[in-house]
């Protein structure tokens, strides 16, 4: 796995690509974890990556619920295929906020 | 059909090898004639079943290995999975529901909704545990 963090529109753009799995899913919550704590609202891009399992869903959920209680937004934008799929499996496709792309969430938020 | 063997693998419990798994499980699904949507499904069945083990098994830091099995009885493939751990509480195997929304918890869930079979158990002395899950394939 490997991220890249940059800021779009007030918001902390988290950029995670590769394979999002057990060995590396620590590290993508450490990530969405110290983003929140710098007081961000946050997005997660997820268009690189190729796969996402449990854990890494995981970091997603506790990132959702981390930015709710500090009353910070969070979504996640270029959600891809494979990370949809595991998304949609799990019912989450339907919880957490998902646009096409960072101007898609911005021009959302209004 | 005879129930074929397609392969047998033996890995350390260890997160990084889940990588190696997942392709090995892929290249089974399209060698066995799965379309692509349903060997991402098995992908995803087989690496979230390792990772119970690596995690609840052998509890993501001790030494152990995994036995991993692939076979295909014409119908249906058939995913052996077998650890050499203590004997788990099986009845804490248990999906959560969806709608207790928290971290965790969504791996056996996932591997019920896409097998058609599943079983778990104890090998024979407590030598360890298996979870054996079925796929019917067309």
Known sequence: MKYNTREA?????????????????????????????GGKHLL?????????????????????????KKQLRFGLV???????NVLQLARLDKVFPIHATVGDRLQADG | MNTELIFEIHFPAKADR?????????????????????????VIALNEACMNVIQHAY?????????L????NGSHLIFRL?????????????????????????GVYF???IMDECRIGHLDGGAGNYLEMKKKID
């Open chain 2, 18 to 42: 889940l990588c190696l798994v997942r392709a090995l499980v892929k290249r089974a699904g399209e060698l066995t004639g799965c379309n692509s949507e349903l060997t991402d499904k098995l």
């Open chain 1, 78 to 84: 270029g959600v891809s295929e494979a990370a949809m």
């Open chain 1, 9 to 37: 529109g007030g918001y902390a753009v988290l950029e995670l690509s590769g394979d999002v799995d057990l060995s590396c899913s620590p590290d993508a919550r450490k990530q969405i974890l110290q983003c929140l704590e």
């Open chain 2, 59 to 67: 509890k993501n830091d001790e030494p152990g290995e995994i036995v």
């Open chain 2, 69 to 72: 099995k692939i076979l295909n």
């Open chain 2, 82 to 106: 077998t650890d050499f751990a203590a004997p788990i509480d099986l009845d804490s195997v248990k999906p959560r529901e969806l709608e207790d929304l928290r971290p965790g918890g969504l």
């Open chain 1, 44 to 68: 997660v891009d997820l268009s690189g990556v190729t796969y996402i399992d449990s854990s890494g869903v995981a970091s997603l959920v506790e990132g959702y619920q981390t930015a709710r």
């Open chain 2, 111 to 113: 591997i019920r909704e």
